[in-house]
């Protein structure tokens, strides 16, 4: 590679040679005649031009079963990450089927990058495209060089299933094969119901794809019924699951000593995360299919080959779960490929739906189909692309995947067959519980198995617990130790155990707390046994004989659930004026906040009169804590519950939560369920709280009501998340939820959780329970009252029944769009209507805008004038008297009407603060902008939608304006012509930049706009917005709304390209749970002489969804140069302080990167 010294910078010469070899399958038909091209990518969205592969080391390219080499130059873009392959359907025989390809930088020799296609580039064929795009997976010159594999294979425990015969493997990968192995390690190999291990050396052949096994029919029994075989490539890392599951013998089955096994999962964790498959096969008359099927599975920018899903036989309205690995870039899929070979006796197939779960990404996405994949029904094809049902999405927090190594004592009696389940710790929380997949070898005495789990991220582990199921009072386990791997991190951690998990060995627990060890750890948590004392009541009927269980929690996380079982004092345990001990054990807790104890209502006398529980360390290295309950746990006793949550004495220091709860406005929003709420803090979590009291409604949660209920808790610390749900029962049980909102008065914050959807099982995905994040988050210090005052006019039809909304704009900002609700008929004709509104100090009042969006029949309004009182004082409820207040007085004198369909059109004005006598308060006067719009000279350059504009100036913004009626034309924003309009709006100083955007309404709404001129009148400017762009959902960048800045002076510039620049700006959304954003995202970059105003963050080149947890979004924005950048940028309406900026200048040949940070955090 060439260098060039530039200035003090040495660069590269940005050109490579590259070395192509293309295999061309081995089909009938297979070859091309087309001319084929290749374009190579990068990272950072590098890319080589479209390169032509015409000169082949063969006379003529592209035949059937044939290997092409090709040296091409092209750009040098660093490490590939993948290919774009297509033809140009050219020829007599142009259909191509493209079995794999390797790529060389001939810069950098010793890497090659290889990927398999195995599909058709044909208009008649396949899924009829000529192009695809393909993963590239990259080898170094290692590849020469021997390899481990080991091999163990499990023969079946079916009678006479071991076989005398000689075994022999061979094994195919995708860049080489071996020659037929001997399995022997000189013993009595493949015995019924055994395993065999071996360990065999040969060349790497890459990722396998198959293996051949076989058998010589030799010796006194040699039929063999093999299980599965379990491959592990050492130095990769990966293994490989062999199903088979049936005969290989002259005398069974079909008679075949060999088969072709094909790997259930192939575990490149860190290419391939783990996606879930559910398939849902039809309720129709043979419905289910022998054929060997198969799906692709398409992302953004690229696809997976096929992935054949080989395990299960896809019965009439059954359902299957399969386990694949895909590239991690698919997530969330654009389309879903389904198809079958066509073999077997019963090949038609139909299938319902398909639903995929990528536990990475943790969405969920459902693929209707109902249709036939069979060669003799509908449409006869057998395969098809299925497009999401956006509906039925689930979203739920992402996950990281991870190896267990779980090892079992080599003890008698040792192993298990029970269902063990994990639950980890870390310094992010913990996860949900995780149960190891079972089978009848799994977790034998002396044995290590091995697991692969998707685990929620918890940050730095602390601790594992590990517990059997109690369904079996006779299971047992020999617990050595268990081993996990973060394959995102790589980091490796070890718990030690050494002890029995059961009913009847050791302290008969069945549940195991064990601290975490690893390089990230510089000192382990200890073990600690708490002693926990229970004082039963001396209340008649005190005492209980149901099961007790209690959940400790401290500091680092709690006990989880444990059944107080062996009292150490009574063999009759929790009786009237009782006290009972227990010894718990755990990892340690420090210091303990709280418990949860209850019981299960079973037995005769199950109610429950607890006094108090005392919780301490046997070590007495901490003091003890004490749990005042006094109350009955009993259904027909106190408030029915048999579950209390208790606070230790030295945090009782409760506080009073308010809960509104917005029910929806729409056709049986209201529900007769029981609701309930689970708030997740900072320092603590509540339980799942019955909403059973609250207001003096008595029908709650009623369609378009507002319950408001008062929780007294512990302090819960900032609020990061709820749980709401209900119980599903009784007739009308679904429920449409609009909003919750939650104040803290103690910190004087109040949070905002919008959901807008079904809690119903018949409705969208069918949830009942729902898991939301903050809205929006309000620091109420920061709240102050206004009395607002609306005077409807006194005019025939001046009254509305459209939702009107004010926003109040200050000194120091404006308050969001408010929606003016009131319990009685508000905005009659000549009716006073009075409101109440908390909202931001904004400040002086320097102008309001009020309207309202509807175009129904009964929207006109006519207002005559508003009232804007604003307190300066304490809000209401901190007001010692009535007279402690100081109030100022804004009027508004409007006399206009608010109507789509008459006199101007406008629904939405904007109004500055006056006298009664509508004398002007301010020195804001409204000035008369003359706007030019300029359609371009293409074809269909003219829309028929509403168009909206929005001037910003030094001072403030004019607000949203339609433009209805053109001075010049009456067929508005047609192809090449002129619209003059007049925008009236209070003085904006210099201008900066328009907001200009369409409804896409109309038959033809896409819209060519050139440019926009404004004249401001009063200083006779001329200000010029050039956009030369189409504002369209199917043209173009697909962008209906566009920011466009503003050029000053007296003649155009010949390109106003000379005074821009394009600023690449990647954000970084932290991985912390909710750090995601809906906000409205805008930047402000600083300069030597200026900044760029506020720049918009709409459109992300790497995400449809831009701001999720763990994104990096690109955006591209055209913006004025502000010369060299200050180490300062401004950014507003971020939920989440977690973002990493990072700037790319393109205008420059060396590419500049500067990091920032926030201001303020």
Same mark, same amino acid.
């Given at each position: 590679m060439?260098?060039?010294?530039q200035?003090?910078?040495?660069?590269?010469?940005?050109?490579?040679?590259?070395? $192509?070899?293309?295999?061309?399958?081995?089909?009938?038909g297979?070859?091309?005649?087309? %001319?084929?091209?290749i374009t190579?990518f990068?990272?950072?969205g590098?890319r080589?031009?479209?390169?032509?592969?015409?000169?082949?080391?063969?006379?003529?390219?592209?035949?059937?079963?044939?290997?092409?080499?090709f040296?091409v130059?092209?750009?040098?873009?660093?490490?590939?990450?993948?290919?774009?392959i297509?033809?140009?359907?050219?020829?007599r025989?142009? +259909?191509?089927?493209?079995?794999?390809?390797?790529?060389?930088?001939?810069?950098?020799?010793?890497?090659?990058?290889?990927?398999t296609?195995?599909?058709?580039?044909?208009?008649?064929?396949?899924?009829?495209?000529?192009?695809?795009?393909?993963?590239?997976?990259?080898?170094?010159?290692?590849?020469?060089?021997?390899?481990?594999?080991?091999?163990?294979?499990?023969?079946?425990?079916?009678k006479d299933a071991?076989?005398?015969?000689?075994?022999?493997?061979?094994?195919y990968?995708?860049?080489?094969?071996?020659?037929?192995?001997?399995l022997d390690?000189?013993?009595?190999?493949f015995? #019924?119901g055994?395993?065999?291990?071996?360990t065999?050396?040969c060349?790497?052949?890459?990722?396998?794809?198959?293996?051949?096994? #076989?058998?010589?029919?030799?010796?006194?029994?040699?039929?063999?019924f093999?299980?599965?075989?379990?491959?592990?490539?050492?130095?990769?890392h990966?293994?490989?699951?062999?199903p088979?599951?049936?005969w290989?013998?002259?005398?069974?089955?079909?008679? %075949?000593?060999?088969?072709?096994? /094909?790997?259930?999962?192939?575990?490149?964790?860190?290419?391939?995360?783990?996606?879930?498959?559910?398939?849902?096969?039809?309720?129709?008359?043979? #419905?289910?299919t022998d054929?060997?099927?198969?799906?692709?599975?398409?992302?953004?920018d690229?696809?997976?080959?096929q992935i054949?899903?080989?395990?299960?036989?896809?019965?009439?309205?059954?359902?299957?779960?399969f386990?694949?690995?895909a590239?991690?870039?698919?997530?969330?899929?654009?389309? *879903?490929?389904?198809?079958?070979?066509?073999? +077997?006796?019963?090949?038609?197939?139909?299938?319902?739906? #398909?639903?995929i779960?990528?536990?990475?990404?943790?969405?969920?996405?459902?693929?209707?189909?109902?249709?036939?994949?069979?060669d003799?029904?509908?449409?006869?094809?057998?395969?098809?692309?299925?497009k999401e049902?956006?509906?039925?999405r689930?979203?739920?927090?992402?996950?990281?995947?991870?190896?267990?190594?779980?090892?079992?004592?080599?003890?008698?009696?040792a192993?298990?067959?029970?269902?063990?389940?994990?639950?980890?710790?870390?310094?992010?929380?913990?996860?949900?519980?995780?149960?190891?997949?079972?089978?009848?070898?799994?977790?034998?005495?002396?044995?290590?198995d091995?697991?692969?789990?998707?685990?929620?991220?918890? +940050?730095?582990?602390?601790k594992?617990?590990?517990?059997?199921?109690?369904?079996?009072?006779?299971t047992?386990?020999?617990?050595?130790?268990?081993?996990?791997?973060?394959?995102?991190?790589?980091?490796? /951690?070890?718990?030690?155990?050494?002890?029995?998990?059961?009913?009847?060995?050791?302290?008969k627990?069945?549940?195991r707390?064990?601290?975490?060890e690893?390089?990230?750890?510089s000192?382990?948590?200890?073990?600690?046994? @708490?002693?926990?004392?229970?004082?039963?009541?001396?209340k008649?009927?005190?005492? &209980?004989?149901?099961?007790?269980?209690?959940?400790?929690?401290g500091?680092?996380?709690?006990?989880g $659930?444990r059944?107080l079982?062996?009292?150490? %004092?009574?063999?009759?345990?929790?009786?009237?004026?009782?006290?009972?001990?227990?010894i718990?054990?755990?990892?340690?807790?420090k210091?303990i906040?709280?418990?949860?104890?209850?019981h299960?209502?079973?037995?005769?006398?199950?109610?429950?009169?607890?006094?108090?529980v005392v919780?301490?360390?046997?070590?007495?290295?901490y003091?003890?804590?004490?749990?005042?309950?006094?109350?009955?746990?009993?259904?027909d006793?106190?408030?029915?519950?048999i579950?209390?949550?208790?606070?230790?004495? %030295?945090?009782?220091?409760r506080?009073?939560?308010?809960?509104?709860?917005?029910?929806?406005?729409?056709?049986?929003?209201?529900?007769?369920?029981?609701?309930?709420?689970?708030?997740f803090?900072?320092?603590?979590?509540?339980?799942?709280?019955?909403?059973t009291?609250?207001?003096?409604?008595?029908?709650?949660?009623?369609?378009?009501?507002?319950?408001?209920?008062?929780?007294?808790c /512990?302090?819960?610390?900032?609020?990061?998340?709820?749980?709401?749900?209900?119980?599903?029962?009784?007739?009308?049980?679904?429920?449409?939820?609009?909003?919750?909102?939650?104040?803290?008065?103690?910190c004087?914050?109040?949070?905002?959780f919008?959901c807008?959807?079904?809690?119903?099982?018949?409705?969208?995905d069918?949830?009942?329970?729902?898991?939301?994040?903050?809205?929006d988050?309000?620091?109420?210090?920061s709240?102050?009252?206004?009395?607002?005052?609306?005077?409807?006019?006194?005019?025939?039809g001046?009254?509305?029944?459209?939702?009107?909304?004010?926003?109040?704009?200050?000194?120091?900002?404006?308050t969001?769009?408010?929606?003016?609700?009131?319990?009685?008929?508000?905005?009659?004709?000549k009716?006073?209507?009075?409101?109440?509104?908390?909202?931001?100090?904004?400040?002086?009042?320097?102008?309001?805008?009020?309207?309202?969006?509807?175009?129904?029949?009964?929207?006109a309004?006519?207002?005559?004038?508003?009232?804007?009182?604003?307190?300066?004082?304490?809000?209401?409820?901190?007001?010692?008297?009535?007279s402690?207040?100081?109030?100022?007085e804004?009027?508004?004198v409007?006399?206009?009407?608010?109507?789509?369909?008459?006199?101007?059109k406008?629904?939405i004005r904007?109004?500055l603060?006056?006298?009664e006598?509508?004398?002007?308060?301010?020195n804001?006067?409204?000035i008369? /902008?003359?706007?030019?719009?300029?359609?371009?000279?293409?074809?269909?350059?003219? &829309?028929?939608?509403?168009?909206?504009?929005?001037?910003?100036?030094q001072?403030?913004?004019?607000?949203?304006?339609?433009l209805t009626?053109?001075? &010049?034309?009456?067929?508005?924003?047609?192809?090449?012509?002129?619209?003059?309009?007049?925008?009236?709006?209070?003085?904006?100083?210099? *201008?900066?930049?328009?907001?200009?955007?369409?409804d896409?309404?109309?038959?033809?709404?896409?819209?060519?706009?050139?440019?926009?001129?404004?004249?401001?009148?009063?200083?006779? $400017?001329?200000?010029?917005?050039?956009?030369?762009?189409?504002?369209a959902?199917?043209?173009?960048d697909?962008?209906?709304?566009?920011?466009?800045?503003?050029?000053?002076n007296?003649?155009?510039?010949?390109?106003?390209?000379h005074?821009?620049?394009?600023?690449?700006?990647?954000?970084?959304?932290?991985?912390?749970?909710?750090?995601?954003t809906?906000?409205?995202?805008?930047?402000?970059?600083?300069?030597?002489?200026?900044d760029?105003?506020?720049?918009?963050?709409?459109?992300?080149?790497?995400?449809?969804?831009?701001?999720?947890?763990?994104?990096?979004?690109?955006?591209?924005?055209?913006?004025?140069?502000?010369?060299q950048?200050?180490?300062?940028?401004?950014?507003?309406?971020?939920?989440?302080?977690? @973002?990493?900026?990072?700037?790319?200048?393109?205008?420059?040949l060396?590419?500049?990167?500067?990091?920032? @940070?926030?201001?303020?955090?």
């Open positions: 060439n260098f060039i010294l200035g003090h910078f040495l660069l590269y010469d940005l050109e490579t040679s590259y070395e $192509v070899i293309v295999y061309t399958g081995d089909k009938r297979a070859g091309t005649d087309s %001319q084929v091209y190579l990068g990272n950072n590098k080589t031009e479209k390169i032509h592969l015409k000169k082949s080391n063969n006379k003529d390219p592209f035949e059937r079963n044939q290997v092409d080499k040296c130059n092209g750009d040098y873009i660093g490490e590939l990450t993948k290919l774009h297509e033809h140009d359907n050219t020829g025989l142009s +259909g191509w089927f493209l079995d794999q390809i390797i790529v060389t930088d001939l810069s950098d020799p010793e890497t090659t990058y290889f990927t296609c195995n599909q058709w580039l044909a208009k008649d064929e396949g899924d009829g495209q000529i192009f695809r795009d393909l993963i590239l997976s990259k080898q170094s010159s290692g590849i020469k060089q021997d390899n481990q594999y080991k091999i163990t294979v499990y023969t079946g425990s079916q071991g076989t005398d015969a000689d075994v022999f493997i061979t094994l990968g995708d860049v080489g094969e071996t020659d037929a192995i001997k390690n000189r013993n009595n190999n015995e #019924a055994k395993k065999d291990d071996f065999i050396e060349p790497t052949i890459g990722e396998l794809n198959q293996i051949l096994i #076989a058998h010589n029919n030799q010796g006194f029994a040699p039929s063999w093999l299980d599965r075989i379990l491959i592990e490539d050492v130095n990769a990966h293994i490989y699951e062999f088979c599951n049936r290989l013998a002259k005398t069974e089955d079909d008679k %075949q000593i060999a088969r072709f096994l /094909y790997p259930k999962i192939s575990t490149d964790h860190e290419k391939h995360p783990t996606t879930t498959m559910h398939t849902d096969d039809g309720d129709k008359i043979n #419905a289910g054929s060997r099927v198969y799906i692709i599975i398409h992302g953004k690229s696809s997976s080959s054949f899903l080989n395990d299960k036989k896809f019965e009439k309205n059954s359902v299957d779960k386990t694949i690995y590239p991690n870039n698919l997530s969330p899929l654009t389309a *879903l490929d389904v198809g079958h070979d066509n073999s +077997g006796f019963a090949s038609g197939w139909y299938l319902d739906k #398909a639903i779960e990528c536990p990475i990404t943790g969405i969920k996405q459902t693929f209707p189909c109902n249709n036939w994949l069979a003799d029904e509908g449409d006869k094809l057998t395969e098809r692309r299925l049902d956006l509906s039925l689930k979203i739920h927090r992402p996950s990281m995947p991870w190896h267990i190594w779980v090892y079992t004592s080599d003890k008698k009696g192993s298990t067959n029970a269902q063990v389940i994990l639950v980890l710790y870390g310094d992010n929380g913990r996860s949900r519980n995780i149960k190891l997949q079972r089978n009848s070898d799994t977790l034998q005495q002396g044995h290590c091995q697991f692969k789990v998707d685990i929620n991220d918890v +940050g730095i582990p602390y594992l617990r590990v517990s059997l199921n109690d369904k079996n009072l006779s047992s386990w020999h617990l050595d130790q268990i081993e996990m791997d973060n394959l995102k991190t790589n980091q490796e /951690y070890i718990f030690h155990c050494g002890r029995w998990l059961s009913k009847t060995e050791d302290d627990q069945i549940i707390e064990l601290p975490a690893g390089s990230k750890i000192r382990p948590l200890p073990i600690v046994k @708490y002693i926990v004392d229970v004082y039963t009541g001396n008649t009927g005190a005492g &209980t004989d149901a099961n007790v269980f209690i959940n400790i929690y500091e680092y996380g709690d006990t $659930v059944l079982e062996y009292s150490l %004092q009574n063999k009759n345990k929790f009786e009237k004026n009782q006290v009972d001990t227990f718990i054990e755990a990892v340690l807790l210091q906040r709280k418990i949860q104890i209850g299960d209502g079973t037995g005769v006398g199950s109610g429950w009169f607890l006094n108090k919780v301490r360390s046997d070590d007495g290295h003091e003890p804590v004490t749990f005042i309950c006094n109350r009955w746990l009993a259904v006793e106190d408030d029915g519950h579950v209390r949550e208790l606070m230790a004495t %030295q945090h009782l220091n506080t009073i939560y308010n809960v509104k709860i917005k029910t929806g406005d729409i056709f049986q929003a209201g529900t007769d369920a029981n609701v309930y709420l689970k708030i803090g900072e320092k603590d979590t509540t339980d799942k709280i019955q909403l009291t609250g207001n003096s409604t008595k029908n709650k949660f009623e369609r378009g009501q507002i319950n408001s209920f008062k929780l007294k /512990y302090d819960l610390g900032k609020i990061e998340r709820i749980l709401i749900g209900h119980n599903g029962k009784n007739l009308g049980a679904g429920w449409f939820l609009d909003w919750i909102e939650i104040e803290a008065p103690n004087r914050e109040l949070y905002r919008v807008y959807r079904w809690l119903d099982k018949n409705e969208g069918g949830k009942i329970e729902l898991d939301l994040i903050p809205s988050v309000t620091n109420k210090t709240l102050i009252l206004y009395e607002i005052t609306v005077f409807t006019g006194d005019k025939v001046a009254g509305t029944d459209a939702k009107v909304f004010i926003q109040i704009c200050g000194l120091y900002g404006k969001e769009e408010i929606i003016l609700k009131s319990k009685s008929d508000a905005f009659e004709r009716s006073v209507d009075k409101f109440k509104i908390e909202a931001p100090d904004i400040g002086q009042i320097e102008k309001i805008r009020i309207g309202h969006h509807s175009e129904n029949f009964a929207s309004w006519y207002l005559e004038k508003v009232l804007i009182q604003r307190y300066l004082s304490k809000p209401f409820d901190k007001r010692k008297r009535v402690d207040v100081n109030v100022e804004y009027w508004f409007c006399q206009q009407w608010f109507d789509s369909d008459q006199h101007d406008q629904t904007e109004l603060p006056t006298n006598n509508e004398n002007v308060l301010s804001q006067k409204k008369t /902008y003359l706007v030019h719009v300029f359609t371009g000279d293409k074809s269909g350059a003219g &829309t028929d939608a509403s168009v909206f504009l929005t001037i910003y100036g001072y403030e913004d004019s607000g949203e304006h339609q009626k053109s001075k &010049t034309n009456i067929n508005k924003f047609e192809r090449k012509q002129e619209d003059i309009f007049e925008v009236k709006a209070p003085a904006l100083g210099k *201008l900066t930049k328009i907001k200009i955007r369409h896409s309404t109309g038959m033809a709404s896409a819209w060519y706009l050139d440019r926009i001129e404004i004249v401001d009148p009063e200083i006779g $400017v001329r200000y010029h917005f050039i956009c030369e762009k189409w504002l959902v199917d043209i173009g697909r962008m209906i709304s566009r920011e466009i800045l503003a050029f000053e007296k003649v155009l510039p010949a390109s106003t390209r005074q821009t620049t394009t600023y690449r700006i990647n954000v970084i959304t932290s991985n912390k749970f909710g750090s995601g809906d906000a409205n995202v805008y930047i402000i970059i600083f300069g030597e002489h200026e760029t105003g506020k720049l918009p963050l709409v459109k992300s080149k790497t995400h449809k969804d831009p701001f999720e947890k763990g994104h990096r979004d690109l955006f591209e924005i055209e913006a004025i140069d502000i010369g950048l200050k180490k300062r940028l401004s950014i507003n309406k971020i939920l989440s302080k977690n @973002y990493l900026i990072v700037f790319f200048f393109l205008y420059e060396v590419m500049i990167t500067h990091i920032f @940070y926030p201001i303020g955090g």
